[in-house]
Nanobody
Framework: QVRLVESGGGLVQPGVSLNLSCAAS????????MGWYRQVPARQRELVAT???????NYADSVKGRFTVSRDNVRYTVHLQMNDLKPEDTAVYFC???????????WGQGTQVTVSS
């Protein structure tokens, strides 16, 4: 199984930048995609950004041009650079990994991002 540990997050003012990181460990033979989802109370978890090992990016329309996802395929880490943060970006952000030929999915414990003046 894959274990995901997130770092980053916190309380920031609108317009500033923040970086989230996530590291994967455990037993697996391949990690095929890593990325980030977010969730606010009473709503479904939604995609923020993912990146496959083959280099395919997928971004939510609401973050295009502001957020950038990147991976280190040797260290099994994924990062989310968030620029020009807005109050509507406030959510718990979850790291996600799909592994072993997309047969399994792992989630991190979540990290809170709050954007408020």
């Amino acid at each position: 199984q894959v274990r995901l540990v997130e770092s980053g997050g916190g309380l920031v003012q609108p317009g500033v930048s923040l970086n989230l990181s996530c590291a994967a460990s455990g037993r697996f033979y391949s990690i095929n995609s890593m990325g980030w989802y977010r969730q606010v109370p009473a709503r479904q978890r939604e995609l923020v950004a993912t990146l496959t090992t083959d280099g395919i990016y997928n971004y939510a329309d609401s973050v295009k041009g502001r957020f950038t996802v990147s991976r280190d395929n040797v260290r099994y880490t994924v990062h989310l650079q968030m620029n020009d943060l807005k109050p509507e970006d406030t959510a718990v952000y979850f790291c996600n990994a799909q592994y072993n030929a997309f047969a399994a999915t792992a989630w991190g414990q979540g990290t809170q991002v709050t954007v408020s003046s």
